[in-house]
């Protein structure tokens, strides 16, 4: 069984976006990890771009923080399979910009798989007034984003990965966002006060 994900008809617009499309489509479907979404195939038809992936049966991240279900032991578990996924593709070049909830998933045995690598940027970049850069524009889910992220900073790294996953682990961990003055986790709810140092 596969997933497909169609993009906005609007991308399609975009003189360039074609281009940016095939070369960020190559990169995601070079990433081969067990906790990545693989890409199968990727493509245009009848004016819309696609990208055909794995399907994960399972719910994503959101939907588990809000059942409250989420023990912090089952948060202390998903966190190192999303550190293994963004070390991997770090390594090889390619930042997610856009780490939420709703893009890593849980299968039905409890294994990480995160979703939507690089879309992010290729879908910012086909609104930043048809131009191949997009230096300034602010790619990503603001609520997650890292301060330079929001900035528009155009040096946007493996960091803003790593601050949106603490944005994650923190939600996953209290049930609420970081935002402004924040108690540390273990003021929240029951832990091991040695988890507020991650």
Known sequence: MVA???LPPEVSQDPAFAERFSREARALARLSHPNIVVVHDSGNAGGLYYLLMEYVDGINLREAIQTNELTPAE???I???IC???QYAHDEGVVHRDIKPENILLDKKGKVKIADFGLARLLGQAADNFT???THQVMGTPRYMAPEQMEGSHEV???ADIYSLGVVFYEMLTG???LGRFDAP???VQLDVRVDEV
């Open 75 to 77: 948060a202390l578990a």
């Open 84 to 86: 293994e996924a963004l």
């Open 4 to 6: 497909l994900k169609i």
């Open 186 to 188: 273990s003021r929240k």
């Open 176 to 178: 609420e966002l970081p």
């Open 157 to 159: 790294d493996h960091r």
């Open 79 to 81: 966190v190192p399979q």
């Open 132 to 134: 191949l850069t997009g």
